[in-house]
């Protein structure tokens, strides 16, 4: 009968934890295995921040920062090769550099920066579905999801991963300064007092230290599909 179908609901997967614990590798392999976009919620920060850097707000400006978040548009283009736009130019590069990283902790604790990207996640999420990763995904973007994963891993192994990552982007760094940087943003993301980044019981938590990519990615879609 016309219109007795209740549609399915959206798939959403939550990927949360600090930086250098492979979230995004690991997202994209998820989201390629259960056929639903993969959305990097840290990128649209980052964004927010190199607008900030940009226009010489302070990245601490709450005011300024609320005037910027409500004036910038940010898009975002799930894909094989996901795209992040600012005002329609592409940023996907510009965005991954320390200095961007550090200010897009800053401004990621300013309450309507983070009220603005939550709504533009939550209807990307409710769209299409997807795998959303980031900090507060299982607690405050869409906390009804049954399929929330902390990943976590000892601090010596995130910042090595974080050092590979970012020569591998043809950046010049010295490991020293990436593991003193990567320590002063967890801690700046999970002492916050709006959203910080933490977990409860409703999370399954996996320790990458020692696991490959591809074991964690694995079991996380192992742990989806046994619950679908
Ligand atoms: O995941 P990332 O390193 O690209 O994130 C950059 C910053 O954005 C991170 O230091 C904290 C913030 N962030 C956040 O507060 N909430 C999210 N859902 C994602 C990122």
Known sequence: MAGSAVPDKPLIVAIDGPSGVGKSTTGRLVARALNIPHIDTGAMYRAIALAALRAGIGTRDEAALEDLASRVRIDFIP???????LDGEDVTSQIRTPQ???????????PAVRRILVRLQQEL????????EGRDIGTKVFPETPYKFFLTARPEVRAQRRYRELLAK???V????????????????STRTDSPLTYDQTYTVID??????????????????SFC
Do not use: P
Request: proline content about 0%.
């Open 79 to 85: 894909g094989e090769r996901e795209r992040i736009l």
């Open 100 to 110: 961007v990283s550090m200010a897009a902790s800053d401004v990621s604790s300013v």
């Open 125 to 132: 999420g409710r769209r299409s579905g997807g795998v959303l």
């Open 170 to 172: 043809g950046q010049s």
């Open 174 to 189: 010295d490991y020293q300064s990436v593991l003193a940087e990567s320590e002063r943003r967890d801690m700046q993301d």
């Open 208 to 225: 990458t230290s020692d696991l490959t990519i591809d074991q964690v990615a694995e079991a996380i879609v192992q742990r989806v599909r």
